[in-house]
Every structure is written in C-alpha cells, then in structure tokens.
C-alpha cells in the first residue's frame, strides 16, 4: 500500500520550515549573544563571571522549565500554535531588554 506523501513537500511545507529556520536562528543569536559579551559587562559593571552568568543561568532555567510548557501545548494544539506563541514570548523579551 503507497501512501500519498505530497504533502510533505507541499509549498506550506516549505514556508512552515524556512519561518521556523528564520525564528530557531533570530531566537539563538538572542540567547548566545550575551556569552559573548559577558566578559565585557564583567569589566563594565566591575563584577565577578558568577555575578554576571547569573541571569543567564536563570534565563536557561527558565528555557527547561518553559519546555514542559510548550510540550503540552504542542501536545494539544500543534506545533504551529506552540511556535507562534515562542515567537511572541521571543519578541516581547527582545523589547523588554531594550527598556
């Protein structure tokens, strides 16, 4: 028995992964930017490493704790759904560091 698999490269496929590829790549540089300037915030501020990994330990412990979040609502919803709400939590998080 053949199944139809055409949908699978469907063109809402296509747009689907590059939306998806465009949001893992902003959302990453936004959260391994900060390792790369945390030496420089250490001499600026005139604090210890362990003062300034701080946040971005908290910030990674909320990403685990967050995941147990996101996978019901994948579970439920769909991942579309799981993924618009990232790119909201993304963006919002993008401006309020800015403030």
Do not use: C
């Not at 199944?3 to 959302?27: E, G, M």
């Not at 990453?28 to 300034?52: C, K, L, S, Y």
């Amino acid at each position: 028995m053949q199944s139809d698999i055409s949908h699978l490269d469907s063109k809402y496929s296509w747009r689907r992964l590059i939306l998806t590829l465009w949001v893992s790549i902003i959302a990453n540089v936004g959260v391994w930017a900060i390792v790369v300037i945390m030496p420089a915030v250490q001499n600026e501020f005139g604090v210890d490493r362990g003062t300034v990994s701080l946040p971005y330990a908290l910030t990674m412990v909320g990403f685990g704790l967050g995941n147990l979040f996101f996978g019901r609502i994948v579970d439920r919803n769909g991942a579309f759904v799981a993924l618009i709400i990232g790119i909201l939590f993304v963006v919002s998080g993008f401006f309020i560091s800015i403030i």
